[in-house]
């Protein structure tokens, strides 16, 4: 009875492990992309979520605001960001889960927000400034060929203030730049014994980032 039951649990075994070669090798990234994908729709929600509390909190004084913002949006992005990765190796036990799934958030959510805040400024500011050159080149050179020097002067001054007013304005807050960062330390942390390029693939991510941040600064950031 034994003998059976030993060979019925091979038997089992054996037709798992086959079943398992026939899956393509590729449907084990599928959950880390949709985990990916639910991280940053779940972080729009809860950043939204987190300012409608603060804001009908009534503090009284503007360091408890910042202190609530700051407590909100750490909290309800450690749970969001760092849940999988304990399910993966607390409930699963699976240490090759983790790792995929630390590589594939890692590299799919930093480089998809991103790129996203690269070219969507770019875009979008770049065309609006490209609007208002449009609007003032035909003034511009008639100022330039009448030789009025004073009515030059006030054109391009008018031009520069309509291209502020196009540009982003700064943000209220650093707490959400901060908070990107400590997830990126959080990372790195708790999880780099299954993901070692972590702390690496963090540097260039965060020269991504400086690069965006001097793209923003230099050429579409409002000066307040």
């Given at each position: 009875m034994m003998?059976?039951?030993?060979?019925t649990v091979?038997k089992a075994d054996?037709e798992t492990?086959?079943?398992a070669?026939?899956t393509p090798?590729?449907?084990?990234?599928?959950p880390?992309?949709v985990n990916?994908?639910l991280?940053i729709?779940f972080?729009?929600?809860?950043?939204r979520?987190?300012?409608f509390l603060?804001?009908?909190?009534n503090?009284?004084?503007?360091?408890?605001f910042?202190?609530s913002?700051?407590n909100?949006?750490?909290?309800?992005?450690?749970?969001?960001?760092?849940i999988?990765?304990f399910?993966?190796?607390?409930?699963?036990q699976?240490f090759?889960?983790?790792?995929?799934?630390?590589?594939?958030?890692?590299?799919?959510?930093q480089?998809?927000?991103n790129?996203?805040e690269?070219?969507?400024?770019r875009y979008?500011?770049?065309?609006?400034?490209?609007?208002v050159?449009?609007l003032?080149?035909d003034r511009i050179e008639m100022a330039?060929?009448?030789e009025?020097q004073?009515?030059?002067?006030?054109?391009?001054?008018h031009k520069?203030?309509?291209?502020?007013l196009?540009?982003t304005?700064?943000?209220?807050?650093?707490t959400?730049f901060?908070?990107?960062a400590?997830m990126?330390?959080g990372?790195?942390?708790f999880?780099?014994t299954?993901?070692p390029?972590?702390?690496l693939?963090s540097?260039?991510?965060?020269l991504?980032?400086?690069?965006?941040?001097?793209?923003?600064?230099?050429s579409?950031?409002?000066r307040?």
């Amino acid at each position: 009875m034994m003998q059976w039951l030993n060979w019925t649990v091979a038997k089992a075994d054996a037709e798992t492990d086959d079943e398992a070669a026939k899956t393509p090798s590729y449907y084990r990234y599928i959950p880390a992309v949709v985990n990916s994908i639910l991280i940053i729709v779940f972080g729009l929600i809860y950043k939204r979520l987190s300012d409608f509390l603060v804001l009908n909190e009534n503090h009284r004084y503007t360091a408890d605001f910042e202190n609530s913002t700051i407590n909100k949006a750490y909290m309800f992005a450690f749970v969001n960001t760092y849940i999988s990765n304990f399910v993966a190796i607390i409930y699963n036990q699976n240490f090759a889960s983790l790792t995929i799934n630390l590589a594939i958030v890692m590299v799919f959510k930093q480089l998809f927000i991103n790129s996203i805040e690269f070219f969507y400024e770019r875009y979008t500011v770049s065309k609006k400034l490209r609007k208002v050159d449009e609007l003032f080149v035909d003034r511009i050179e008639m100022a330039k060929l009448a030789e009025d020097q004073v009515h030059l002067a006030d054109l391009e001054m008018h031009k520069e203030i309509e291209k502020q007013l196009m540009m982003t304005p700064s943000a209220k807050s650093l707490t959400p730049f901060y908070n990107e960062a400590f997830m990126q330390i959080g990372f790195i942390a708790f999880f780099a014994t299954a993901f070692p390029f972590a702390p690496l693939f963090s540097f260039f991510t965060n020269l991504l980032e400086i690069e965006i941040k001097l793209q923003h600064i230099g050429s579409f950031g409002r000066r307040n």
